[in-house]
């Protein structure tokens, strides 16, 4: 079966334009994740869906990103005004419920000139 | 600052040695996920501990849960050239956030 797929693989933007990344999860799982991975970091988290729930922006580093769940099943995640920190790859992982394991997309390198 | 340090960041060793990477907070995790990572891929969950004290074998693998529940490691006993990536600790706090640690890129040489 298909796994988690991003769009675009890769991404080079100029400083201050508006970027969209893709995210189409698992079939049947309920359960969304964005994260964000930094070069000689971890992955960060910036942000869970969860059904037909609030989503959880907690992780969000400013107000330029946000992201939204259309239908239960895709994911966008928007950058406005993008700033050369936000250069990273962004993963997307899905789950079937809550806490189990998460599944993860081949991420979207951002690189902002 | 990391929740979850992962040490060493960089592990370079011959095909057939062993090596083992750690993992160690000052916090308490329900359970520990361990990942492996390839370039230009999402991370790949290999193991999940969940008792404090536990060990888990995957073939050549060896995971091991403290018995507090705040550190982890992995232990790879003869190591080939297909173990080479990036190894991820993470912890759940028993919400659904992931804590993840910066990771060891290991490389195994032929």
């Known amino acids: 079966g298909a796994g988690v797929s991003q769009s675009p693989s890769n991404k080079v933007t100029e400083k201050g334009k508006d970027v969209e990344l893709r995210c189409d999860p698992i079939?049947?799982?309920?359960?969304l994740y964005w994260y964000r991975q930094s070069l000689g970091q971890g992955l960060e988290f910036l942000i869970y869906?969860?059904?037909?729930?609030?989503?959880?922006k907690s992780g969000l580093p400013s107000d330029r990103f946000s992201a939204e769940r259309t239908g239960g099943s895709v994911s966008t995640l928007t950058i406005q005004r993008t700033q050369q920190e936000d250069s990273a790859v962004y993963l997307c992982a899905s789950s079937p419920v809550r806490g189990t394991e998460q599944f993860f997309g081949p991420g979207t390198r951002l690189t902002v000139l | 600052t990391q929740l979850l340090e992962q040490s060493p960041q960089f592990l370079s060793i011959q095909e057939g040695e062993n090596l083992t990477v750690y993992c160690n907070s000052s916090?308490?995790?329900?359970?520990l996920q361990w990942y492996r990572q390839e370039p230009g891929e999402g991370p790949v969950l290999l193991v999940t501990v969940v008792t404090g004290g536990e060990v888990k074998k995957l073939k050549r693998l060896t995971f091991q849960f403290g018995d507090a529940r705040k550190d982890s490691s992995l232990h790879i006993t003869a190591a080939q050239p297909g173990d080479t990536g990036l190894y991820l600790c993470a912890g759940d706090s028993g919400d659904y956030k992931l804590s993840f640690g910066a990771g060891t890129t290991v490389t195994v040489r032929a």
């Open positions: 079939s049947g799982h309920t359960a």
């Open positions: 869906f969860q059904g037909n729930s609030a989503p959880d």
């Open positions: 916090s308490v995790f329900s359970s």
